[in-house]
């Protein structure tokens, strides 16, 4: 398969040159090293450090861009930290490429601080304006690494296991052998079985490409088990409030566990102010159930799982609008 490239019109620095890679500075409990050399910090309970070694070769960048060694000054490495369904974008480092060919900085992060997938990356940019290139245009950048923290969607204080399964392997999951998946709320917190055994289901969640029809697919996929997940323990959480009466701590104890957390996590949203908790969705509920559960409830997931974008996505992607035209024809 033919490799695409970019041409630019300046001076830049072949592909692969600068290289980020990312460590745990120690053992941390809750974070994991993943092979692609990302970080899954999704179960960190408390704050944790990384080091983010970058590694180049100033010669050699000096040669691609026709730079004399005196002149390194006229561009500079820098890393960058940025939120990936966020504005956030911080410069967290800056060096000079005649600093050596290692160059490492140490980054610490809360959990109780982040959330969604943070994405770290460097760059080689101009600091002058030379040759008609403007200062802080890129001339190299390294892959980028993420570290995973809880979604926004995930339940305040605990995120769900998730679990690959082969449910054709399996006698109990004989009966959705071939469906995507099977949601565990007896267990505490509730685990997402999502099957293994379902022809290039795998393949295509764990697919890492933006673009495209696998990426597609994949966001259409989350999006649909994301729907049903929500709609599922809310419903089962909210169906515990109409027999636990006004009290509050008779409703934390009739909840508890998850069922609390999810909705704490939700009130606010299914109530349609900041400041409703657990107690005004209890009142809801006794009060009008039907609302509550057919009408605002499914209203909400959707809004909060941007099912019409992924719908839009995919119906871009593989459908001709000609022929999404309503027919009376067989």
Known sequence: ?????????????????????????????????????????????????IDLT??????IARRD??????QSNHVQLVLVESGIHSRLRVKVAEFPLNGGT???KTVRYDPADCRGDIALQAFLVYTVQASRVA????????????????????PPGQGIEIKWVDFSKEDRYTDVKDELFVLDLITEPPVLLLNEGLPGFKSVLMSRGR???AA????????????????????????????????????NEQLGGWRGR?????????????????????????????????????????????????????????????????????
């Open 1 to 49: 398969m033919a490799t695409p490239h970019i041409f630019y019109p300046y001076p830049v620095v072949r592909t692969g040159w600068l290289s980020l890679r990312a460590e745990l500075k120690a053992e941390s409990e809750g974070v994991s090293q993943l092979t692609h050399g990302s970080i899954d910090a999704v179960g960190a309970p408390e704050p944790f450090e």
């Open 54 to 59: 970058l590694e180049f070769d100033p010669g």
């Open 65 to 70: 861009l026709n730079l004399e060694e005196e």
């Open 102 to 104: 290692r160059a490492v």
């Open 135 to 154: 200062s802080g245009t890129r001339c190299s950048e390294s892959e980028r690494v993420l570290v995973h923290f809880d979604e926004f969607g995930s």
């Open 211 to 213: 673009r495209g029809s």
């Open 216 to 251: 597609r697919i994949r966001e259409a996929e989350f999006t649909l088990i994301e729907s049903q997940v929500w709609n599922v323990m809310l419903a089962e959480a909210l169906g515990r409030l109409v027999d636990a009466g006004d009290d509050e701590e008779e409703i």
């Open 262 to 330: 999810v909705l704490r996590g939700w009130a606010p949203a299914l109530m349609g102010y900041r400041e409703a908790g657990v107690k005004d969705l209890a009142s809801r509920m006794r009060a009008h159930p039907d609302e509550l559960l057919l009408n605002i409830l499914p209203r909400k997931v959707q809004l909060r799982a941007g099912a019409g974008r992924s719908f839009s996505g995919l119906n871009g992607e593989f459908i001709d609008q000609r022929t999404t035209r309503e027919s009376d024809d067989e």
